[in-house]
């Protein structure tokens, strides 16, 4: 069983930055693949970045690459979401999930969800 909490949303300017939190509880957190998804007002929830247990190779929606870079740090159960570049555009609730498969931007396949934390980017 795996809990997430997300943090660090809030209210930015356009061109800002922000550094999104997921905390997780369970002593198998470095197994997952963990998963940043975001969902805005009357559209579906969508795919933004993901990281593999090890770190290696993250991968990226092409509307957030080069402007976002996801993180981890498996000795503090902590994924990170450093969104840079910020557009209005960007503004969603943003979930972070977990999976034990290696590599998926299908939310479907995704065993564990936090709350979510709102980003808004003012234009």
């Known amino acids: 069983q795996v809990q997430l909490v997300e943090s660090g949303g809030g209210l930015v300017q356009a061109g800002g930055s922000l550094r999104l939190s997921c905390a997780a509880s369970?002593?198998?957190?470095?197994?997952?693949?963990m998963t940043w998804f975001r969902q805005a007002p009357g559209k579906e929830r969508e795919f933004v970045a993901g990281?593999?247990?090890?770190?290696?190779?993250?991968y990226y929606a092409d509307s957030v690459k080069g402007r976002f870079t996801i993180s981890r740090d498996n000795a503090k159960n902590t994924v990170y979401l450093q969104m840079n570049s910020l557009k209005a555009e960007d503004t969603a609730v943003y979930y972070c999930?977990?999976?034990?498969?290696?590599?998926?931007?299908?939310?479907?396949?995704?065993?564990?969800w936090g709350q979510g934390t709102q980003v808004t980017v003012s234009s």
């Open positions: 369970g002593r198998t957190f470095s197994t997952y693949t």
């Open positions: 990281i593999r247990w090890s770190g290696i190779m993250p």
């Open positions: 999930a977990a999976t034990l498969k290696l590599y998926s931007r299908n939310q479907h396949e995704y065993d564990y």
